[in-house]
Structures are given as C-alpha cells and as structure tokens.
C-alpha cells in the first residue's frame, strides 16, 4: 500500500495540475452564476400594497403559520372550559372547475368550525381548538403543527356533535360526544407559557380549494380559490370565565375584503335565540406553498446552471488525462486518477459552500426586504441545505470524472452526466412531466442527491400540492445523497479497476 506521504504528495501534484487558469475561471464562474441567478430571482420579486403591505402571522420561534378566522370568544381563568352542540355545518365554493362560472355551495375537505382556546386573538398565539372538518370529521389541532384525529363523519340536525374543551394551566383537553352524556376523549395539548387569563369561543375558518391543471407533458400548476364555511351551535356553555362582560366577535387575520363576503355573507357571528352562526374562512396551521410564501431555496434557480458547468470541467479532467497518455505520455495510474477524484471533490464542495452560502441567505435577505414572505428555516436546517448540496456537487463532480474516465470521450461522458444528473433535476423542478414520473426520476436517478435542498415540511392537515415542481422531493435528503453517493462509489470504483495505459494500447492495436 502507498504510504501517506505518497497519498498526500499525488494529491499537491493534482491540486497543483488542477490550478489551470481555465478551471479556476470556469469553477468561479460556477459560483457567480448561481449566486447572480439566486439574486436576480430575489430583486425581481417584490409585494404592492395600498399601504403597508401585512406581514404574515408568524410564532414565537419566527416560523410563518396560517392564523384567519372568525372568533367568538370571551375571558376564560386558569381552570374552566367550553361545551357546544354543533347542529350544521356548510360552506361556500368559488368558481370551481371544470368552467369556473358558478359559486357554488360545499365545503372543502379542511374547512373548520368548533371551539378553540387562544393566548388572545394575535396572529400566531399558542392555542387548542376542537373541530368538525369538511371531509376528516372531528379533529383536535393545537400549535399549529399537532392534529389529533377523533370521530368520523360530519354534522347535521340528525346527527350532531357535542365539543368541550377543558383547561387546567398549561392543559387543555378536548372531548366529543353524540348526545352530550357520554364523552369520548379525542387528545390533550400541552401550551407552555399559556397566561392565566385566554380567550375561548366559537370559531370557523376555510382554506383555498386547491385543484390542479395541466400543463407541460402532463404535469400540474396549482390553482386556489376562495371559499367560506360557517357552523351553527347551541347549548353554549363556559365555565371558569374571568369576567361578567358578554362575548364578542372577532376576525383573527383579515376577512370581509372580497365582493362575496361585502354584498353576501360577512364574516363573522350572528346569535339568535340561542342559536350562534359563526361564518370564516382562511385558516389555523401550518403554512404551505399555495399561499404565496416561498420556500429559502427557491433562491437557488442557478444552481442547475452551476451544476452543468461542474460536470464539464470534471469530465474535461478526465479525458485530458487520457488524451495525454493515448499521445504517448506517461499511462494514467489508479493513484492518479484518485488523487484526481480527492481534488475535484474538495475543490466542487468548496464552490457548492460558496455558491449555496451566499446566494440563499442574501436572496432570502432581499424577498424579505421587498415585502415577499418566506417560509423560515431553522440555523441547523440552513446549514443541511448549504453544506448537503456542496456535498451534492462534490459527488456529482465525482461522478462525472468516472463517466469521463469509462467513456474517455468528452463530449459524450458530458452528454451521458448531463443527461443522468442535471437533466432529472432540472426537468423534475418544474411542472413538465406528470408528479409521479417526475418522483421517480429524483428517487432512481443520481439527481436524487439534490433533496438536500428541500426545507419545507409536508403536513397531511394542510392542503398542498406536495410535489417536486413545489418543492417536495420523494426522499429525505440523506437518503437522496445516498443515491448519489452510491452512483459515485460504484461508477469510480469501475473507472479505478481499468488497467492503467489500456488507452496507449488500444491506441497502438490500431496503429
């Protein structure tokens, strides 16, 4: 075995070979592409108000969620609670395919009507709440991101749903029954920090109805529209309220802005005879990408770009190699060609930690400036992304010098590298072929590696479409570096098991 002196001098003299003006200038301009796409993708976005422009609702720990609906609510203490009888539930859909020329009656699979307890009526307060849904019966939500199934089915004068909500301190537990008599516990929620003194109430709210069209070749671009959803409630009965003053109605977020909810059906509560109607829409959770934030990563269209340009200079590393020794010059060696594999690596993770590290802070930076919401991302998950897809090119880099080395044809190992690596990636950005086709190729294909950039979470509570062209990819990142790290392995395993000089040979044969 060669010893570490020798390992470490093939790999100066490959760093020292690799130092070509050529290379230095295409790796830079590898770094500039992205971070100038990255840039002019963030300066070209930008929000238009009348006036200033409102900032979406946020947590504590800085993450934007979904928090618009219509409340109900009064004072409630430290211990007490809040039981209704929901007797009907309907709601209001706009312009849904296939001609979108009707409003039509329906509610959407997650529309939400029920009880809730809130630390007071900010967007983005740690709350509980207790609900029946459009399509996924009862359901207990609480901070956003904790969904509880209870009950199947929904609601109607036959058939109604008794809700409580109870608290003690930072408790709350949500119960449901049939005929208010025996209860059926659905979970409880933890709400640390939660004051002595919240709001409890009646509440309703609707997302978009999302659908899908066509485009490409056979691939999808997301359409949302407007809906609303009200519930109707009697026997309202609090305990534990802090004060004699009587309930009041909110809206949490923005509402009765659209021409549906001026000249129709306002949003908000109406009470008769004992008898509440509470009509919302929006919704309580986590964000998804139909709502016009836009995930950090998007700041990296470049990257594609930066991409091609890596695997050239990799195969071109390669093929001069063996171009060199099919003229005569000395063979190419095992040693050589993984001191060559050492260098490219670290030289492309270098360029990917530069590239990635400038271009998704700062264009995160100037959306921000310009009014453009964005999803937040945690300083662990921006560095998995920074450094997962510097390693992603490193690899990739690594691949392409091991179609170069099998192929000892440049043109074709840069057709052949493309075509299996940027290619997928590119194509699988982007609503072209249909999601699943475009799932597959980012699961079986070396592009797979590229899930490193992913920061969105899906959320089965939350209606998206949660797909490679938004920004899902179907592999957790180490799984997709996996991949392409098992590609990388194999292919420059077989390029280091050629003989050295069998170029200078065949060569000869021919001659």
């Known amino acids: ?36 796409l990255g840039l002019l ?82 967007q983005g307060s740690s709350y509980a709440a207790l609900m029946v849904t459009g399509s996924h019966g009862v359901r207990m939500q609480y901070d956003y991101r904790h969904d ?3 009950g199947a089915g929904g609601v109607s004068a036959d058939a109604p749903r008794w809700l409580r909500l109870t608290r003690s301190g930072d408790t709350v537990t949500g119960h449901e029954s049939a005929d208010g008599e025996r209860w059926t516990k659905v979970g409880t929620a933890r709400l640390p920090g939660l ?11 609707s997302p978009g109805d999302l659908t899908l069209r066509p485009a490409g070749l056979g691939g999808a671009t997301e359409q949302v529209r407007w809906t609303q959803a009200g519930g109707v409630f009697d026997h309202v009965a609090v305990t534990g309220a802090t004060a004699a003053a009587g309930r009041r109605s909110d809206t949490v977020g923005e509402a009765n802005r659209t021409d549906w909810e001026r000249r129709y059906q306002a949003a908000g509560a109406v009470e008769k005879d004992g008898v509440v109607t509470v009509t919302g829409s929006g919704d309580i ?8 934030a836009r995930p950090a990563e998007r700041t990296l269209g470049g990257l594609v770009f930066g991409l091609i340009v890596v695997l050239v200079v990799a195969v071109r590393l390669a093929t001069s190699a ?21 260098v490219l690596a670290a030289v492309t993770f270098v360029t990917g930690l530069l590239a990635v590290g400038i271009a998704m802070p700062v264009g995160v930076t100037i959306l921000k400036g310009n009014g453009v919401p964005v999803h937040g991302v945690s300083a662990l998950t921006g ?9 992603a090119l490193a690899l990739s880099a690594v691949l392409a010098l091991a179609f170069g080395t099998l192929l000892r044809r440049p043109w074709a190992a840069v057709a052949v590298v493309v075509l299996t690596v940027a290619l997928p990636y590119a194509a699988a950005s982007t609503p072209l072929f249909p999601d699943d086709v475009s799932e597959w190729l980012l699961r079986v294909t070396p ?12 959320h089965p509570q939350v209606v998206a479409h949660y797909a490679p062209s938004t920004g899902y990819f179907p592999l957790p990142w180490w799984a997709g570096i996996g991949v392409l790290g098992g590609y990388a392995a194999v292919l420059l395993a077989l390029a280091l098991r050629r003989p050295p000089g069998s170029t200078a040979r065949r060569s000869a044969a021919w001659r």
């Open 447 to 458: 592009a797979a590696g590229f899930a490193t950039l992913q920061t969105l979470v899906a």
């Open 41 to 122: 993708y963030a300066f070209g976005n930008h929000t238009s108000c009348d006036g200033p422009c409102p900032g979406g609702a946020t947590r504590p720990d800085g993450s934007l969620v979904n928090d618009q609906f219509s409340f109900l609510h009064q004072d409630l203490g430290e211990n007490g609670g809040i039981t209704v009888r929901m007797t009907s539930m309907k709601g209001t859909i706009t312009y849904p395919p296939p001609h979108h020329d009707r409003i039509v009656p329906g509610l959407v699979p997650w529309a939400k009507a029920g009880i809730i307890i809130k630390d007071g009526v900010r």
């Open 1 to 36: 075995m060669p010893s570490t002196h020798v390992i470490l001098h093939a790999v100066h003299r490959e760093w020292t070979a690799f130092r070509r003006p050529g290379r230095l200038i295409a790796m830079a301009a590898a770094v500039l592409t992205v971070i100038a």
């Open 322 to 342: 063996y171009r060199r020794e099919a003229t005569g010059g000395t063979p190419v060696t095992r040693g050589e060609l993984a001191a060559k594999a050492v």
């Open 148 to 150: 509880i199934a209870g």
């Open 285 to 292: 959770g986590p964000t998804g990408v139909e709502n016009g």
């Open 195 to 205: 004051p002595g003194t919240v709001q409890v109430g009646l509440f309703a709210t």
């Open 383 to 391: 560095a998995r992304v920074v450094v997962g897809t510097a390693a």
